[in-house]
Each structure stands twice: as C-alpha cells, then as structure tokens.
C-alpha cells in the first residue's frame, strides 16, 4: 500500500518555523547591494524583510513586512506568461525557448549568436517576446496580466508611478535588446510598445503577502484556491513550475534547485516567490541583492524553510 503523505504542520507549528528562519536569514540583508532604484521605495531600503506563505486552504502565515508594497520587478513574468499561455497555449514556445540561459538576465550576445529566439520566457529577452504575443493576441494585454495577478490576490492590481518612471528611464538595454529581435522577426510590434507593455507590469505593486497569495494557482495544478477558478490548465500549470525551477532565478537556478527543490521566481527588487505544489504558495523579501541577482536574505530564508519543512521536490 502506498504511505500517505506526512501530516501538514500545525498552525502554530509553521508560525514557529516562519519566525525562527526570518530571525536566522533577516540579517544577511546587510550583506549585498540593493538596486540601484528611487530612494523613496521600500525595496531602496536594504533592512526590509519579510517572509510569507499561504496555504490552499486560505490560511496564511507572515512574518516581517508582509504587508509592505514594492514594484512586483521580474516576479510579473511568470504571471505574463500564465497570461500568454492562456491565450496562445504552447504555440508560444515556437518564438522562446525552454532553457536555462547561464547569462545574465539582460545578456544580448546569446541571441545574437540564437538567431533571436530568447532561451526562456524569463530572461528579459523572452518576456518581452511575451509582451509582443500579448499585444497580438489580448484585447487589453495589460489588462491580462494585472487583471490576472489582481484575480488571484484578490484585490486590484496598480502600477507604481514612481518605479514606472523609474523603468522607463534605464529601459535601454531592454529597447535594444527589443530591437535585435525585431532585425530577425521575433518582435512583431513596435518596440516602444513592447518595452511600454513590459515596463508597465514590472512597475505593478505587490506585497510579499499577496505573492504567496498569488502563486498557489500553481500548487494546485493550475486552479486558483481562492476562487475554484481554473488558471491554466494541470500540464500548463507544471510546465510554468518546470520553467521556473529551471530558470526562474537567473544564472543561479540550478543552486536554487539544489538548495531549495521547489519552482521559484526573483526580481530586482528583492522577492522571491515560490510554490510547494499541493501544499502552498511562499514569497521571501528583502531587497539586498548578490552576484546573481536574487534577494540575499531571501534566499537564504527559502533555502531554510525547505529544510525546515521537508519541501524540496527533488
Ligand atoms: N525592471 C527590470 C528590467 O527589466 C526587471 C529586472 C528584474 O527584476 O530582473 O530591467
């Protein structure tokens, strides 16, 4: 006979768990640099931090500054692509790829030498990609993404003027990385379109609440708890957590994989948000960054509470 799964922890047991790791992680924050964003955000300030998970059945467990609103940054591309994929379905993984990149995050040289197809929907190169399907397959393809992500926490989702701005100033590289894929016919819309789309849903606020919240559609194979809506069909819904273990993390999501073993995704802005399929949906926040990229602290948080819990996949 097959042993059935370990009993959950109680309540106050992953209370326990969530405030002990939050005291062992919260100070590696000193340790990297935030980035270089407007001093009057919260993800300027490098001693936030906060820890949450929501569970399927509604219930949540926070720690630190849940509650504190900060530009949703890379973390919005899964929820682009969940928007992509429910229109076009897998038809997008003929125009990006399903590979660890090994490059940075804003790299052009690969796809140069890849003829323009960007290696993941993750890198900035692929979800600007996203952004241009988006824009060719959605009535209001912003409204298909902050709609979505507003759907799954709840409440409506708003975009931060002061990281809007922000983005738009330092959109360089990503206009020209927009460009390159225009000379080989990837991007099909008008780059300031595209990088506009792009930069809009970066600059979408969040809070490391309502990232958990908002992740849980894929701990349960596709259907959103809160509502019984379904999201993305039971194999879209892996294939998204497959892309985000392989390549949700930057160049390091192979050390993810192997400290953490669950699906996660980073941004600039310091979150990572993850999901323990059949259990719940996690966020980590801290805005100090290391070499790669992810929230120090946060990180470090993640890689604890799976020990702690049991929940690498792998
Ligand atoms: N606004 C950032 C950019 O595309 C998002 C980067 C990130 O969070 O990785 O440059």
């Given at each position: 006979m097959p042993s059935s799964p370990p009993a959950p922890p109680a309540t106050t047991e992953l209370e326990e768990v969530l405030a002990d790791v939050a005291e062992r992680s919260r100070?590696?924050?000193g340790e990297g640099e935030v980035e270089d964003?407007?001093?009057e955000l919260p993800s300027a300030e490098s001693t936030r931090f906060a820890l949450a998970l929501a569970e399927l059945d509604g219930t949540e467990h926070v720690t630190g500054d849940a509650d504190v609103g900060f530009a949703v940054q890379s973390v919005v591309k899964v929820f682009a692509l969940t928007a992509a994929l429910r229109l076009v379905g897998e038809d997008l993984f003929d125009r990006v790829g399903r590979e660890p990149s090994g490059d940075p995050f804003n790299s052009l040289v690969q796809l140069e030498h890849e003829g323009g197809v960007p290696r993941n929907p993750f890198i900035n190169a692929g979800a600007l990609v996203v952004c241009d399907?988006?824009?060719g397959a959605a009535d209001d393809p912003y409204g298909a993404v902050a709609g979505l992500l507003g759907d799954l926490v709840g409440e409506e989702a708003a975009v931060d003027d002061t990281a809007l701005d922000a983005e738009r100033e330092s959109s360089a590289l990503n206009r020209a990385i927009g460009h390159l894929m225009t000379s080989f016919g990837t991007v099909r819309h008008p780059v300031d379109e595209v990088v506009e789309l792009y930069v809009r849903l970066c600059s979408l606020t969040v809070t490391t609440r309502t990232l958990a919240r908002a992740s849980?559609?894929?701990a349960n194979d596709g259907v959103d708890p809160r509502t019984g809506t379904p999201v993305l069909t039971e194999p879209l819904a892996r294939r998204v957590n497959a892309l985000m273990l392989t390549c949700g993390t930057y160049d390091a999501a192979g050390q993810f994989a192997y400290d953490l073993g669950f699906p996660c995704k980073s941004g600039v802005a310091g979150a990572v948000m993850g999901?323990?399929?059949?259990r719940f949906g996690v966020c980590a926040w801290s805005p100090p960054l290391d070499e790669k990229?992810?929230?120090?602290?946060g990180r470090a948080a993640l890689h604890l509470l799976s020990e702690r819990l049991g929940l690498s996949l792998l």
């Open positions: 100070h590696l924050a964003q407007p001093e399907v988006l824009l849980r559609f894929l999901d323990v399929p059949g990229g992810n929230s120090r602290a």
